[in-house]
């Protein structure tokens, strides 16, 4: 079994984006079978199934480390600075024991602990896991921090490519910035972007998350939400014949019929059969479901409850309600509560409830006009193309199985063939990646 440690200043409970990110990643590492070490200066144990090392220098405010930085913004790398440098060597020699990977963030691109980045450069030299420096920013492009940066080491190892080590940076702009530092293609460069767990943001209950899996709601296009019963008035047929004519559009629809079978009308069976033989005949098994038919893993029926309902508005990219006759219409309600948008059949309680907000047509107009108005909305509203772009690029899920895992599964990038005894390195003209020797020299030694 692969194992991954993350290393940081610091981890949660410390407040922070990457502290965060650390949390994250550890969780989507074990959920897929990965074993995971934290290493961070301060902090405290933030998943029971991953443990922590504290090492207090890695922390960007151990007190020894602030005497250094005095010194460094002085220019001054002496014995504080070589001290330091060598404790956390020794220290992440033996945290390092046992790691496959060890994912760094920032302390390869960020001048918060420069001893921290000369003890990386040093391990590094003699072996040991592969680094994945992960950047989300960059001192040495960023305004704020450039008037501290010097043009020798330590300084300069935050913008010269690390031998054997993996980059990683946040966005296309972050890797231009990164490529122009180095001088070389971007293609040594992997961009992994941050992401965002649907479930979570929108605080989806698990049954309603085992529910979209089953069904797998979030990669529909729309993912239409009919809430009702099926009954003969709700003309649950038309909606069928409408998602049929969104996939001819090259659309992925999925129309989920909330409701059973109405319970006090004997004709409800005849009408569930007739919905049956129209999803028959237009080949929409996969597209139209209804709730009622549907069975969890042990057997056991889903069961609308309102706190499902509520997740499923949430999720749903519209509201589709083609009733022929109605005394009033909750659902339109509870649409407009959430900004769901709605396209519903044009009949009286429908606009009295919604007068232009909504999206309505006339039961005289063939379903294929109604699926190309929903299609024209999709294409052109902001908001929904947003989502969809968000829910098809940036999940979590999405992000590990096509970025994370590709880079942590991949072999170890070729280390540059070094030469014992090199004094202090040059900041080449190009930009360049410097070759690190077989025993680094410490930055005090030269």
Known sequence: MTTIGVLHFTCPPIVGGVESLMALHSRLLLERGYRVRALAGRGDRFHREVPLELIPALDSKYPPLLAVNQELRDGVVGPRFRALADELVERLRAAFGGLDVCI??????????LPLTDALW???????????????????????????????????????????????????????????LWGTGADAITVIPAGVDPAAKLRLRGATVQLAEHLGLVGAWPFMLLPARITKRKNVEYAIRVTRALRDRGLR????????????????????DELQAERRA????????????????DGRP??????????????????????????????????????????????????????????VFSLEDPPARVA?????????????????????????????RERIEPLLTASQPERSSPSAGVGPTPEPASGGPTPAPRRRRRVSER
Do not use: K
């Open 253 to 272: 629809p999925l129309l989920l019929v909330t409701g059973p079978p109405g319970p006090h009308n004997v004709r409800s069976v005849d009408y569930v």
């Open 282 to 297: 237009l080949d929409v098994g996969a597209e139209v479901r209804f709730l009622y038919e549907e069975r969890r893993p």
């Open 302 to 359: 889903w069961r609308a409850t309102d706190a499902m309902m509520d997740d499923l508005y949430q999720l749903a990219d519209l509201l589709l309600f083609p009733s022929t006759q109605e005394g009033f219409g909750i659902p339109l309600l509870e649409a407009g509560l959430v900004r769901l948008p709605v396209f519903c059949s044009d009949i009286p309680p429908f606009r009295e409830i919604a007068g232009d907000a909504a999206h």
């Open 122 to 180: 040093r391990l590094a030299a003699e072996g040991g896991p592969r680094l994945v420096a992960w950047c989300h920013d960059l001192a040495w492009t960023n305004p704020l921090y450039i008037p501290l940066m010097r043009e020798r080491e330590p300084w300069s190892l935050l913008r010269t490519r690390l031998p054997g080590a993996s980059y990683v940076v946040v966005s296309e702009d972050r890797r231009e910035d990164l490529r122009r």
């Open 104 to 113: 760094v963030h920032n302390a390869l691109s960020l001048h918060f602990n």
């Open 372 to 400: 190309e108005r929903i299609a024209r909305f999709l294409r052109t509203d902001q908001t929904a193309r947003l989502r969809r772009h968000v829910l098809d690029t940036y999940t979590w899920d999405r992000v590990f």
